[in-house]
């Protein structure tokens, strides 16, 4: 699929006529024809007199604003109709009388299916190229016509909305086609005779392996579109693998446009992550040490309270020759039992199993007694751990997932966690004595929230089976990097506490992580690094032309860079330290808000101290901290000891020897003709 390199026909056509209305219009500015002396009027007035200061190109920009929104707006709602209209047919399919069917209507319903995610991320990519040219018109009317930023923040305000926000275009499109597929693997099992008709229930003990994956924004619904080919979105509480029913996927208000993707269908998911003072579950995580733990506590959308539910977690690493897999455990307790679990003073009573039988009844009333004495078990063994290193609320993540999972099968999930936001718990004291972390209403420095540069996958496979294919030819066209042992608890405890950590992960040495490690460059360059992403363009044009011809010229010079929608503009903003820390603390609920929520809280900007280097590990190039290598080499304990082993094996061989030599020795004293014969032999 190519990607497009130079705005859409339309999109020319209207820049041509913005270039020539605005030459027109500058030329009146600067012929002192028109006024443009700010008076005390009315908004009604001041948008006219705004319109009349710029030569009437204000008008003009809008109408061809509104017309190329329109365009895109028809494009977005074709793709979907089709989408609608393919879910019905294979739905109409799967839900004939016919035992079975051809394979080669399958197969007709699928590539259907993948030409409409073709369709779509070209939509997408046109867009974004699009959306650059308008930006360039914009800043261009701000320079020519000297509006400051009017024309370019008008513009950023426009593109907030639909259809030139793509979660508005791309949201609703993946519910339909992964009921699409839903239909077309019910086809495709009929005759077998299964049917996937279960409400998914999380298990309480995790063995598998997954593997982490970095995806950028640029490349998300690439990632989202392949992935549900294979597996549908999962969303809890509901059976089966369809999300739509027949009255919405036959609704013709098109109300699924609303990003319904990442407002219905997704999960809200905190957790916040325990350490001891001296961060010693940190450096043995790092180090993925036998038997390394890590402990959290995990919630589902707002923060429980009371008798509301939270799940204690805890995960385990073994190695490979220990020969036992690395296991996640979870229990859970009422939030109010919280404090009493984490409480560290020698005055709080005996924990035994009584005391945790009855913590774990309370929450889990539809257990049966089996199961609930086995999860009382579990939350001793975690009550040892708190105690045992004297853990503390250290960080918290925020993020937002849409998980992809069949309803009957824990084989293979596939998880994608978006607007991925870290929060230093030990950055403010929480408002209530009795709280065990920040409540929602606790305000914090921004200096405490980081927003991470990329989105994180996660392909998680039960058992020996290997990873999808699609999976790898992700890989292979660099839509996901692997971030190998990346941790969301790692990133945010090394950089909330670099003054006690001996060494960093080795992602803090990436090129988009690097800034939030770095001490020494300024905050405007670290929030232009973290705030920015590289733009699809590759063209420039002239823009001190002075006059305009009947056509445009695009040559590929240099990558342009481009604002992210729903970020704010950094120009003349975070332009010293001084300003990034007399920036105005926000809320724990506020962090990471999607949509129009989601502006003006991801400040990512940290700075760090100096530091000193220690031992002789690889030093971060940004602080001078040593790093953790990316490829560990594991040394077995039978390593330490080859000479010792090899000595031994040679010593079994001699005795072996010894031994039959002795036999002989023994039976021929003892018998004159098997002696006579062991002489001669």
């Known amino acids: 699929m190519s990607t497009p390199s130079s705005p859409s026909p339309t ?31 009315s908004v009604k007035e001041k948008a006219s007199r705004f319109n009349a200061s710029t030569g009437g190109f204000d008008q003009t920009y809008n109408a061809e604003l509104d017309r190329l929104s329109a365009s895109l707006s028809a494009s977005a709602h074709t793709i979907e109709s089709k989408a609608r209209a393919l879910l019905l047919r294979a739905d109409a399919l799967a839900k004939s009388t016919t035992p079975s069917i051809d394979i080669d ?81 019910e086809l495709e099992t009929k005759s077998e005779g299964l049917h996937e008709d279960k409400e998914w229930v999380a298990p309480t003990s995790f063995e598998r392996v997954t593997t982490k994956y970095w995806v950028s924004d640029e490349r998300l619904y690439e990632v989202l579109l392949s992935s549900v080919q294979d597996l549908p979105l999962l969303v809890y509480g509901r059976k089966g693998g369809r999300i739509l029913n027949q009255k919405e996927v036959r609704s013709s208000d098109s109300s699924l446009a609303s990003s319904a993707l ?9 957790s916040v992550y325990f350490d001891s003072k001296e961060m010693s579950m940190y450096s043995e995580r790092l180090k ?36 036992d897999k690395s296991v996640k455990e979870r229990c859970a307790i009422q939030e109010k039992d919280v404090s009493q679990l984490l409480d560290l003073d020698s005055g709080s009573g005996i924990w035994d199993e009584a005391r945790a039988y009855a913590m774990v009844q309370r929450a889990n009333s539809t257990e049966d007694e089996k199961s609930i004495q086995k999860l009382a078990k579990l939350l001793l063994k975690m009550r040892a751990t708190i105690v045992k290193f004297k853990l503390t609320a250290c960080v918290r993540t925020k993020y937002t997932r849409v998980a992809m999972q ?35 209403h606790d305000t914090l420095s921004q200096l405490d929230i980081v927003k991470m540069p990329y989105n994180v996958y996660e392909v998680k496979i039960a058992g020996e089976d290997g990873k999808p294919n699609f999976v790898t030819e992700l890989e292979e066209s660099q839509a996901i990097v692997e971030a190998k042992k990346f941790s969301k608890f790692l990133s945010g405890a090394s950089i909330f506490n670099a003054d006690k950590v001996a ?5 803090s040495d990436e090129e988009k992580f690097a800034h939030l490690y770095n001490g020494s460059r300024s905050s405007s360059a670290a929030a232009q690094d973290s705030l ?9 044009r002239d823009d001190n032309a002075s006059t305009v011809s009947g056509s445009s010229h695009y040559s590929i010079e240099r990558p342009l860079v481009q604002q992210p929608r729903g970020y704010p503009s950094l120009e003349g903003s975070c332009s010293t330290t001084d300003d990034m820390n007399q920036s105005l603390p926000t809320t724990v609920s506020n962090i990471g808000q999607s949509d129009t929520n989601r502006r003006g809280n991801w400040i990512s900007i940290r700075r760090r101290s100096s530091m000193f280097l220690k031992d002789n590990s690889v030093p971060n190039k940004s602080t001078s901290k040593p790093i953790a290598s990316k490829q560990r080499l594991r040394v077995e304990p039978k390593s330490h000891f080859a000479n010792e082993r090899t000595f031994i094996q040679w010593i079994s061989a001699a005795l072996l020897f010894i031994t039959f030599s002795q036999l002989l020795y023994i039976l021929g004293s003892s018998n004159p003709d098997i002696e006579g014969q062991t002489a001669v032999a």
């Open 288 to 323: 993925r040490s036998e038997g390394a733990q890590l402990f959290r506590i995990r919630w589902y959308g707002s923060k429980p309270c009371g008798e509301k539910n939270v799940y204690v977690e805890l995960k385990v690493h073994h190695e490979k020759w220990i020969g």
């Open 11 to 41: 999109t020319q056509v209207v820049s041509i006529s913005l270039e020539s209305s605005l030459q027109r219009a500058a030329q009146q500015l600067q012929s002192g024809l028109l006024s443009v002396t700010e008076l005390d009027t």
């Open 532 to 540: 920015t992403a590289p733009s699809l363009i590759q063209y420039t």
């Open 262 to 270: 990442w407002t219905s269908f997704v999960t809200s998911i905190s």
């Open 503 to 507: 060494t960093l992960p080795w992602w």
């Open 406 to 440: 069949s309803s009957s099968s824990n084989a293979c999930r596939l998880t994608f966690d978006r607007d991925l936001m870290v929060i230093n718990e030990r950055g403010a004291a929480p408002s209530s004595s009795k709280s065990w972390c920040l409540e929602d």
């Open 105 to 185: 209507v399958s197969v007709d319903l699928r590539a259907q299916a993948k030409t409409l995610s073709k369709e779509l991320l070209r939509l997408h990519k046109q867009t974004d190229v699009d959306a650059q040219e308008l930006r360039r018109i914009a800043a261009l009317a701000d320079r020519r016509l000297r509006t400051g930023r009017d024309f370019a923040e008008m513009t950023e305000r426009r593109f907030e909305m639909s259809p030139w926000e793509v979660d508005q275009i791309g949201g609703s499109i993946v519910v339909l086609l992964s009921d699409v597929y839903s239909a077309i693997r």
